[in-house]
């Protein structure tokens, strides 16, 4: 069991934070100086007022940054995605047919890059969405709508996904 003397025993016992037994997340200083980590929640979606139309911004999620802006970048990783699509601004943007952003794909930032793509292989399947056409995010080659993704890469105005799930949530 956990007591305060264990405690007290543990942090006599360190000498230094680098012998600490885990280690912490490097921070990454991103847009407006905000400073974020890997492995935390965000959202992604492409950068509509760039003038770069394969940038993509990320959102933080949950906690002090949630729903701001942390970072853009041209190739942003992320695992365990959802693919999530607001009713609201999907309706909007084909009423004005003008687009706003409303869809993003959420899940944990696994890797950030500012300057290069990451390289794909074949196995990786395009997934994309549009709101004039669809409701949802689809699979561009078969047009079948994905909910979600084991992993995704968002990069060159697309995103591209391993381990898709077809089935709605419940």
Request: aromatic share 10%.
């Amino acid at each position: 069991m956990y007591s305060e003397q264990s405690q007290a025993t543990f942090f006599d016992n360190v000498e230094s934070v680098s012998n600490l037994p885990c280690s912490l997340p490097e921070l990454i200083i991103g847009f407006k100086d905000r400073q974020y980590a890997l492995g935390m929640s965000v959202r992604g979606y492409r950068d509509l007022n760039s003038k770069n139309s394969e940038l993509f911004s990320i959102q933080g999620k949950g906690g002090p940054l949630s729903g701001k802006v942390i970072d853009h970048s041209v190739s942003v990783a992320i695992d365990d995605a959802t693919f999530n699509v607001r009713v609201g601004g999907q309706r909007r943007t084909r009423v004005e047919k003008r687009r706003c952003v409303h869809a993003f794909v959420e899940g944990q930032l696994t890797q950030v890059k500012k300057d290069n793509i990451t390289t794909l292989g074949s196995d990786w399947i395009e997934v994309t969405y549009n709101p004039f056409y669809t409701d949802t995010f689809i699979e561009k080659s078969s047009n079948k709508a994905v909910y979600k993704a084991k992993k995704a890469i968002l990069q060159q105005g697309s995103v591209w996904c391993k381990g898709l799930s077809y089935e709605p949530p419940a």
